[in-house]
């Protein structure tokens, strides 16, 4: 690679941004994959009917922010069926419970919130567990996608937020993550979130979604590594197209990503079209592994193509991770690594 070209080529090593709780708030909206996302655009696979089920039960959840009709004289004796205040989508990979989940936020009125688990969690780190709850008071809904089950500080800490919400009239829609069975169908998880959530688990209503998993495709793909040379070319040729590409050799990046709140990870990608990425290899510090998870789920929202060579990116995971309690969070990264890497230039707006 030329070294005028080499000059123009940004580091995410060298972005160390800054960000307010403002802005981490202002981020708690669906992804750009889902911004249109409603009911009507979900194909439900009839061949599971839970799905269209789904469908019809969170339209009848959305529905409790409409306006009611009078009743008539004589439903003066009937008592209103109770609505639970939260909904919680269970099933696998791969059968549509983000769509649905940023489907009811966009039938939700304001003001509402949608974010993971972990950008929760790390609006919690920035701005205090009081200011958190000041910030989120008033909303009419808050979804939360990828329950995490795993962590117990964490759940704990979603489960008091979240009670405080609900006692002062939120609602909350959820979803979590679970890896694939054997035979590519959801294993569901609503028995350990409602365990996990303990106090909060009685305003909960379960929908469970079965379906075919698509994911489980991803994840016995691989991730594509070019060889170096080709790299080194397309790099400049993005420049010369006039893209905003970054180039990092993978163990820099690693070591930046643990000075860099996570909270920030979404600034800190931001103006970024293509990431490049060298000599990348396996990772066996499991605090290195969760913070590029971490990473790449701010660059999978984000829709940013990864060109990578070395190891191939959803191989960066040891056994042992794969293998332990934070399974669910490597296999979620692994398919999304395998759906951002690519071998060619990725097409220019």
Same mark, same amino acid.
């Given at each position: 690679?030329?070294?005028?070209?080499? +000059?123009?080529?940004?580091?995410? #090593? /060298?972005?160390?941004?800054?960000?307010?709780?403002?802005?981490?708030?202002?981020?708690?909206?669906?992804?750009?994959?889902?911004?249109? @996302? +409603?009911?009507? +655009?979900?194909?439900? /696979?009839l061949?599971?009917?839970?799905? $269209?089920? @789904?469908?019809?039960?969170?339209?009848?959840?959305?529905?409790?922010? +409409?306006?009611?009709?009078p009743s008539g004289f004589f439903s003066r004796t009937r008592k209103p069926k109770a609505e639970l205040p939260g909904i919680y989508l269970d099933g696998g990979f791969g059968v549509g419970k983000t769509h649905l989940l940023a489907a009811l936020w966009h039938a939700a009125p304001g003001p509402k919130y949608f974010g993971t688990f972990i950008e929760y969690t790390a609006l919690v780190g920035a701005l205090g567990y009081a200011a958190t709850v000041k910030q989120l008071s008033g909303a009419r809904l808050i979804c939360i996608d990828e329950f995490e089950l795993d962590d117990p500080g964490d759940t704990m800490l979603m489960t008091r937020l979240l009670g405080e919400l609900v006692a002062s009239g939120t609602r909350v829609a #959820?979803?979590?993550?679970?890896?694939?069975?054997? $035979?590519?169908?959801?294993?569901?998880? #609503?028995?350990?979130?409602?365990?996990?959530?303990?106090?909060?688990?009685?305003?909960?209503?379960i929908?469970?979604? /079965?379906?075919?998993?698509?994911?489980?495709?991803?994840?016995?793909?691989?991730?594509?590594?070019?060889?170096?040379?080709?790299?080194?070319?397309?790099?400049?040729?993005? $420049?010369?197209?006039?893209s905003m590409v970054t180039r990092d050799d993978f163990g820099s990046l690693i070591r930046h990503l643990s000075t860099v709140h996570p909270s920030k990870y979404i600034k800190m990608i931001q103006g970024i079209d293509v990431i490049a990425l060298t000599d990348v290899y396996l990772l066996t510090d499991q605090t290195d592994a969760l913070r590029l998870v971490a990473f790449i789920d701010r660059v999978y929202d984000a829709e940013i193509p990864i060109i990578a060579n070395g190891q191939p990116l959803n191989e960066v995971f040891d056994a042992e991770m794969l293998s332990g309690g934070y399974r669910k969070k490597y296999q979620r990264s692994q398919s999304r690594l395998v759906a951002l890497t690519t071998g060619e230039l990725p097409p220019h707006d």
């Open positions: 690679m030329a070294p005028q070209a080499l +000059s123009q080529v940004q580091r995410l #090593a /060298d972005r160390s941004p800054s960000i307010t709780g403002p802005e981490i708030v202002a981020e708690l909206v669906p992804p750009p994959q889902f911004e249109h @996302a +409603s009911f009507e +655009s979900y194909r439900p /696979d061949n599971f009917p839970s799905q $269209l089920e @789904a469908v019809e039960r969170l339209n009848t959840f959305a529905g409790a922010w +409409s306006p009611q009709r #959820a979803t979590s993550n679970t890896p694939p069975n054997s $035979l590519g169908e959801g294993r569901f998880a #609503a028995i350990d979130f409602l365990r996990e959530i303990q106090a909060m688990s009685a305003n909960f209503e929908v469970r979604i /079965d379906g075919l998993d698509y994911r489980r495709r991803d994840i016995e793909g691989h991730a594509i590594a070019v060889p170096r040379d080709e790299l080194d070319q397309m790099v400049p040729a993005l $420049l010369e197209r006039g």
